[in-house]
């Protein structure tokens, strides 16, 4: 079946603008995680969906970042006013609930000039 | 709290080496411990898991047992090939279900 995909593959924006990232978990699947990735690093978590709850947006590093997930599904990540220090490849991942292992997209590469 | 400690890369190994990355974890309750790898320029994706205490994940020649007594999960794979270069990681979920935690990623390098 499909698997975890992500739009756009690469973004490129000046600073102070704002990007919509999309995640389209796999069909059925009622958590999902973003998180992000600089160059040579590890996963930095960002936010977690699990079905109706309330999401965990601990990971976010600022106010300038939010994200929803419309019918328990798509979800969308953005990032306004847009800094050199966010760029970075942003991951999302799905998981049959949160006690098991989870599938992840391809990424969006965002570079902020 | 809950945490996940790797052995820091890059490891760099010559074709048919012996595999070993270290993890080591803490955790309150009674774990799921998995690995993932990211091949370069590709998305992660699980390589094997564990459930239970004494379990053995296995898969693609890589094994990982799991540890309770010493708190570990240890991945190991008898002779590695060039095409395992990745980054993998070491990742726990923990009972009362929340978040997955990931260690920092261990990069291999394999030599022909």
């Known amino acids: 079946g499909a698997g975890v995909s992500q739009s756009p593959s690469n973004k490129v924006t000046e600073k102070g603008k704002d990007v919509e990232l999309r995640c389209d978990p796999i069909?059925?699947?009622?958590?999902l995680y973003w998180y992000r990735q600089s160059l040579g690093q590890g996963l930095e978590f960002l936010i977690y969906?699990?079905?109706?709850?309330?999401?965990?947006k601990s990971g976010l590093p600022s106010d300038r970042f939010s994200a929803e997930r419309t019918g328990g599904s798509v979800s969308t990540l953005t990032i306004q006013r847009t800094q050199q220090e966010d760029s970075a490849v942003y991951l999302c991942a799905s998981s049959l609930d949160e006690w098991n292992e989870q599938y992840f997209g391809p990424g969006t590469r965002l570079t902020v000039t | 709290g809950n945490s996940v400690t790797q052995m820091e890369g890059p490891v760099t190994l010559s074709e048919e080496a012996f595999l070993t990355i270290n993890c080591t974890y803490t955790?309150?309750?009674?774990?799921?411990l998995f690995w993932y790898v990211q091949y370069p320029g590709e998305g992660l994706q699980l390589l094997l898991k564990a459930t239970k205490a004494d379990d053995k994940g296995s898969n693609k020649g890589f094994e990982a047992t799991y540890r309770k007594e010493t708190t570990s999960f240890h991945l190991e794979k008898g002779s590695v090939q060039v095409s395992d270069s990745a980054v993998y990681f070491c990742a726990l979920i923990n009972t009362g279900g929340f978040k997955t935690i990931f260690g920092a990623g261990t990069r291999l390098f394999v030599k022909a």
């Open positions: 069909s059925g699947h009622t958590a």
């Open positions: 955790a309150t309750g009674y774990p799921s």
């Open positions: 969906f699990q079905g109706n709850s309330a999401p965990d």
